[in-house]
């Protein structure tokens, strides 16, 4: 399979909070924000593996900037490596009032997603990415320690199996 470039399935999506989104404090509810994560980065994963995809896993996932009621949510999406038939995503999210002003950084994350023969249902092989620039570069070498710590912690892989995990470990010593 030919790789494809990272920017050739980057997606952005972009929200309006409105007060059904929100708490009673007014901030953008977190189950939204996840929603919102999801969909966009699934976009982007289908697009990179011209699939249907489904959610695998989600890494650590914390609101450190709250969003406010009227504010405008915008969300991009990477895929940042390929792995058998999975592809790894990550997704930045940043507020900003209507005007464009105040735009911060609120949160981040990784997603996995599988890619699936539409009519079976059944895992298919992950287009390779192609990282061009030196971000998409350090995404795409650090994203087998990430596989591995999320494969140590559902259970599938032993930790003494994390060759890339016990790496980084013994550099640092």
């Not at 929200?15 to 929100?22: A, F, I, K, S, Y």
């Not at 249907?52 to 896993?57: D, F, I, K, P, Q």
């Not at 992950?126 to 994203?143: K, M």
Request: glycine share 6%.
């Amino acid at each position: 399979m030919t790789p494809k470039k990272v920017n050739e399935s980057r997606t952005v999506m972009t929200e309006m909070v409105m007060p059904n989104d929100t708490n009673p404090m007014g901030n953008l509810m977190g189950g939204n924000l996840l929603r919102w994560m999801d969909i966009v980065s699934s976009i982007c994963a289908g697009k990179h593996c011209e699939a249907h995809v489904v959610t695998a896993s989600v890494d650590h996932v914390s609101f450190q900037r709250p969003i406010k009621m009227g504010e405008i949510v915008t969300l991009e999406a990477t895929v940042t490596r390929a792995f058998n038939t999975s592809v790894e995503v990550y997704v930045e999210v940043f507020a900003a009032d209507i005007k464009g002003h105040d735009s911060r950084r609120c949160n981040h994350a990784y997603f996995t997603f599988v890619a699936l023969n539409g009519e079976h249902g059944t895992p298919i092989p992950a287009i390779p990415v192609l990282p061009l620039t030196e971000i998409e570069q350090q995404r795409y070498d650090s994203a087998i320690r990430r596989r591995e710590l999320r494969l140590v912690l559902s259970g599938r892989m032993k930790p003494e199996q994390a060759k890339e995990i016990r790496n980084l470990f013994a550099q640092l010593e």
